[in-house]
């Protein structure tokens, strides 16, 4: 009795149970669909961020590379590296401007705020690995090349850039005007002019080395070109150079009187030339440049650094207009 009794209750109960049972599993399963939904809803919204993170990364990296660039551009300062550019003298360009925007950059944030390391769009540190990695580049192309004309202009211009830049006894000599001109002079205007021709002569074309009437003309004019630019750059920075104790030598119109004669002695020239073709280039694009250069200067405003800075651009452009009328003068 007891048995079938107990096995009536279990009967009884057991529908209760099961429904009990099922109920616990089926809110169980919604349970697990919920946090399943909850998770796969984080998961989303991390991998969203993830992307979205990854893509603001990238968007910052691409907008800062074209700003790093414009920042090197800057730092190279292009004007002086146009001449050569094709040679392995731009490596010691790029070495010379460097290590001098290196030791100038308080002057810098006065003169030329908009150089990257006045401004601060590169470091101390990253200046001085661009300067060293140039010079190291620089050498390493003059000795690859066995040049002896090359790597000998490579080691002066290593020497002058340095000495012209560098803060310490016996150096630093852009505190003179004079041995800051004559940096610029030797180096622009005497050893590319010869070291390059030497090498061109010697390595290149294989021919003995003899003075030519075009390398003689090219030296002489530069020689004016040259003193013209080492004392013209003075101008815009009187103000930096000024309070830091560099000397300045802001003559306008010297600057200019001197160009006009270079060219007038350009043009007498080309006159003495025996081909007719040559000299009429020689004489009407030397006449060309001279009258551009003294309309320019008539509208001359010294007390203006903009213009100033923009009319010594257009002199480093005649500068090198120079050497498409050099080969004519024969």
Avoid at 4 to 29: D, L, M
Avoid at 249 to 254: A, D
Wanted: net charge positive.
């Amino acid at each position: 009795m007891q048995a079938s009794s107990a096995a009536a209750a279990w009967s009884a109960i057991k529908p209760a149970a099961q429904h009990t049972v099922q109920v616990q599993k089926g809110s169980i399963r919604r349970q697990r669909r919920q946090h399943s939904s909850v998770l796969q809803v984080r998961c989303y919204a991390i991998t969203g961020d993830q992307h979205e993170s990854i893509a603001t990364e990238f968007e910052e990296i691409f907008k800062e590379v074209p700003n790093k660039l414009g920042a090197f551009y800057r730092f190279c300062r292009p004007h002086t590296i146009f001449g050569t550019a094709l040679s392995s003298a731009l490596c010691m360009n790029i070495y010379v401007v460097g290590l001098n925007q290196l030791y100038d950059i308080q002057i810098d944030k006065v003169n030329k705020p908009r150089l990257p390391l006045a401004s601060g769009e590169f470091s101390v540190a990253t200046g001085a690995v661009l300067v060293l990695t140039s010079l190291i580049m620089s050498i390493a192309i003059g000795i690859r090349s066995k040049s002896a004309p090359l790597i000998c202009a490579l080691l002066i211009s290593f020497f002058l850039g340095s000495a012209y830049s560098v803060d310490a006894p016996l150096l630093r000599w852009k505190r003179n005007a004079f041995l800051a001109a004559s940096c610029i002079l030797f180096v622009r205007a005497v050893l590319v002019q010869l070291a390059f021709f030497a090498h061109m002569q010697q390595h290149v074309l294989k021919r003995p080395l003899a003075p030519t009437k075009s390398v003689v003309f090219a030296t002489l004019f530069m020689c004016c070109f040259s003193s013209v630019i080492a004392l013209f750059k003075d101008i815009p920075d009187i103000d930096g150079d000024r309070h830091f104790g560099v000397e300045s030598l802001s003559v306008y119109w010297l600057c200019i009187n001197i160009l006009l004669t270079a060219y007038g002695a350009a043009i007498l020239a080309g006159a003495s030339s025996t081909n007719l073709c040559r000299m009429i280039i020689t004489v009407f694009g030397h006449g060309l440049l001279a009258f551009a250069l003294w309309q320019r200067a008539q509208h001359c405003d010294v007390e203006n650094k903009a213009w100033i800075t923009s009319f010594y651009m257009f002199i480093w452009k005649l500068f090198y207009a120079e050497y498409f009328l050099i080969p004519f003068v024969q």
